[in-house]
């Protein structure tokens, strides 16, 4: 049974390019959130989605959206990169009647130069 | 791997020895707690969690406990192993919102 899967596991981008990262979710879980990792800090959440839709947004800009798929996978997309963006960038997946059960993918790690 | 952390607090305990990591969190009223571990290149990794209605919870090597009055929370580990070594990760989350994340801790086990 795979777990979350996050693709790219690296990436550099130049500020100012838009960026897609993809997450599949664990299978069985249907909600998929992002976070956002610093180096040296814990995640931030940035959005969850359930059925297609943003479900949950936290303190991030409109740069920042996503998508999920009617099969579950994610995607996230960030516009206008700026050198802050750089981080690891996380998905977890979860079932939304069941709370908590978050598992975690391992991330993207993204360098924006 | 790329480190996770590189200014995070640490504790270094040696191998066999128990290890407690302290965390307060900031939402009084967060009715769900996990802890997290976090190793070099990988993702956040589920160790225990503990709801609001519960003060301990134990898991295998593993006990959380839950001070609501203070708003802290603590993972205890028994016989501390090399393999423990990590970033560990307080979560904290109200009615199954998004989690709220503590700064971490860098645990160091010698041998």
């Known amino acids: 049974d795979a777990g979350v899967t996050q693709s790219p596991t690296h990436l550099i981008k130049t500020r100012g390019q838009q960026v897609t990262l993809r997450c599949s979710p664990k299978?069985?879980?249907?909600?998929v959130s992002w976070y956002q990792q610093a180096l040296g800090q814990g995640p931030q959440f940035i959005f969850q989605?359930?059925?297609?839709?943003?479900?949950q947004r936290g303190n991030f800009p409109d740069r920042f959206s996503g998508h999920q798929f009617p099969n579950y996978s994610s995607e996230l997309n960030v516009n206008a990169l700026l050198l802050g963006d750089s981080a690891l960038y996380l998905c977890?997946?979860?079932?939304?009647?069941?709370?908590?059960?978050?598992?975690f993918g391992s991330g993207t790690r993204l360098t924006v130069v | 791997g790329e480190s996770v952390g590189l200014h995070l607090p640490t504790l270094s305990v040696q191998e066999g020895d128990n290890s407690i990591i302290n965390c307060a969190y900031s939402?009084?009223?967060?009715?769900?707690f996990i802890w997290y571990k976090q190793e070099s290149g990988k993702g956040p990794q589920f160790i225990i969690d503990?709801?609001?209605?519960?003060d301990k919870r134990q898991g295998q090597r593993v006990t959380v406990l839950l001070n609501k009055t203070v708003k802290h929370l603590s993972l205890q580990i028994a016989a501390t192993q090399p393999g423990d070594s990590a970033v560990y990760f307080c979560?904290?989350?109200?009615?199954?919102?998004?989690?709220?994340f503590g700064t971490g801790t860098r645990l160091q086990v010698f041998p």
């Open positions: 977890a997946s979860s079932l939304d009647v069941l709370p908590g059960g978050y598992t």
């Open positions: 299978s069985g879980h249907d909600t």
């Open positions: 989605y359930y059925e297609e839709e943003e479900r």
């Open positions: 939402n009084s009223a967060s009715d769900y």
């Open positions: 503990i709801r609001s209605n519960m």
């Open positions: 979560a904290e989350t109200e009615n199954t919102d998004k989690l709220i």
